[in-house]
């Protein structure tokens, strides 16, 4: 495995500012500026109305897992050092669905019989490089 590395987000037009508040510690979600709806992914139209006044907004980083697995065989050979590790659905409290893992601190991994559906969960920011910092979720109480 040595040598292969993980693949990493790849900022485009619509994803650079989301990149760029995470290296701040910040989690943004897309807000549509006629109705109010919250989403993600990003796109420069409301998937509600249509409407193209769409701004980034901070989210709180609350939400709940709303589902999650464990990888014992990853697809990607960069991953095999990882296995068993989680991949989650986190329900914002904003509204979107966004995926993540389920970490007790950044860059320390979970025991995955700890996680559980709609247990509440904070994000937390992993610095990998200069460039990508990830966020991630933690359980609260
Ligand atoms: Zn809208």
Known sequence: M????????????????????????????????????RYMPPMPICPVCWSESVKWTKASGRGKVYSFIVVHRPQHPAFFPDAPYNVAMIDLEEGP?????IVTEPGQMIDPTLIKVDMPVEVVFEKIDSETTLPMFRPTT
């Not at 693949?7 to 990149?19: F, G, L, R, S, V």
């Not at 669905?97 to 893992?101: D, G, L, N």
């Open 2 to 37: 040595f040598g292969i590395e993980k693949p990493m987000p790849n900022p485009t037009e619509d994803t650079e500012k989301y990149w760029e508040a995470t290296r701040k510690g910040e989690l943004l979600i897309m807000a549509c500026g006629d109705c109010g709806h």
């Open 97 to 101: 669905r966004i995926h993540s893992r």
